[in-house]
């Protein structure tokens, strides 16, 4: 494409990152041109690996973007189906609730805007949610709703099969070593040095590196337009618990007021409340942690009565937030591509396959209203 250097056939590629923006690169890109993968950790280790990762088109506020995640949704179900439906894939639906009046006319309306659009949503009476849901209770006069497509991964495991696919398909991945700059000649970028001193060559290198992004390009004189995570009350930091063993409590994905639940990867649950994570940034006390961790359970077992699981782990999750909430994918440099969104579970594999289409040449109007650099045009 325009500005990678990059042409049809073989090309050596590096990708640093391999959470499941990365992991999903290297599995398309292998299957055509050489490719290595750095990742400092384990691929899915990072934000992959903690975040509550709900699969959903769920915001009608943003028609084009909505058919973009919708399109996404596609892409994983086609994915899942060449893994022969796995186990770190849950389709499971989507269940929530409102309480309060002005909640429920919000949620009304999202339904209704939604079902215009096209997307599965209804309303569902407490019958219904009994029978999707037999173990969580909602307030009598709640209004519910539920989104039959959309579902969540384990995105650990998700990330470790798309790599090894990756490598099976002759990839390189590199782990345990950290990318700390990007190498030039010129205006161009050339690869990576790693943290132990080795260069990294590349005819093109693509950062999926996350919330780490900003730092690796920086060191090439290149901005990228993310939230930072260190600053007192950033949106990025949020915390994640799991819990003890709780086979069969949930079905699938349950948003009620004040607490996001849905099945581990374990056999317990992933709990995550949106209030809960004003004022956890990366300076956090561990008793601020556990205060956050014992509130979760404690709104949990309102949600879920019969619980008896408890906190079994808090992870802090820090998602890489564009400052204006939409996707930084394409070329920045000579050589340097950017693939770097929130909400990078829902739309992983499908950013995997227009930038495969980008990189062998053939521009992807899907991307253009998320190139990098729209912030200073």
Wanted: net charge negative; charged share 20%.
């Amino acid at each position: 494409m325009p500005g990678t250097g990059c042409h049809s056939g073989d090309v050596r590629i590096l990708v640093v990152g391999a959470g499941i923006v990365g992991a999903a690169l290297a599995d398309r890109l292998a299957r055509q041109d050489e490719v290595t993968v750095v990742e400092a950790e384990g691929p899915g280790a990072g934000t992959s690996g903690t975040s509550y990762a709900w699969i959903n088109a769920n915001d009608p506020e943003d028609p084009s973007y909505h058919r973009f995640r919708t399109e996404a949704m596609s892409t994983w179900r086609r994915l899942a189906a060449e893994f022969g439906d796995p186990a770190w894939y849950r389709p499971s639906g989507h269940t929530t609730w409102a309480a309060a009046d002005d909640a429920k006319t919000r949620l009304a309306d999202r339904v209704a805007r939604l079902a215009r659009l096209g997307y599965a949503a209804e309303p569902i009476d407490p019958g219904r949610l009994r029978e999707l849901e037999p173990h969580v209770q909602a307030p009598p006069d709640a209004l519910i709703a539920h989104y039959p497509d959309e579902g969540f991964v384990h995105g650990g495991p998700a990330a470790r099969a798309l790599a090894e696919r990756a490598r099976e398909s002759g990839a390189a991945v590199v782990t345990g070593h950290r990318a700390v700059r990007l190498t030039t000649e010129g205006d161009r970028v050339t690869g990576v040095r790693l943290d132990d001193g080795r260069d990294l060559d590349a005819d093109l290198t693509i950062c999926a590196a996350g919330r780490d992004s900003p730092a690796l390009l920086e060191t090439a004189g290149v901005a990228l337009p993310l939230v930072d995570p260190s600053e007192p009350g950033s949106a990025a930091p949020c915390l994640v618990a799991t819990t003890s063993a709780a086979p069969g409590v949930v079905n699938g994905l349950v948003h009620a007021p004040g607490l996001s639940v849905r099945p581990a990867e374990g056999g317990g649950l992933v709990l995550e409340a949106v209030d809960l994570d004003a004022g956890v940034d990366e300076s956090a006390s561990p008793a601020l942690i556990q205060e956050v961790g014992t509130e979760l359970l404690a709104r949990a077992r309102v949600v879920m009565p019969g619980l008896t699981a408890e906190v079994a782990e808090m992870r802090r999750c820090v998602r890489p937030l564009p400052v204006d909430g939409y996707p930084l994918i394409g070329s920045q440099r000579p050589g340097l591509y950017t693939a770097v969104t929130h909400s990078g579970i829902t739309l992983g594999p499908h950013l995997a396959v227009l930038i495969d289409q980008e990189v062998h040449g053939h521009a992807s109007p899907a991307l253009d209203a998320y190139r990098p650099d729209r912030a200073g045009s």
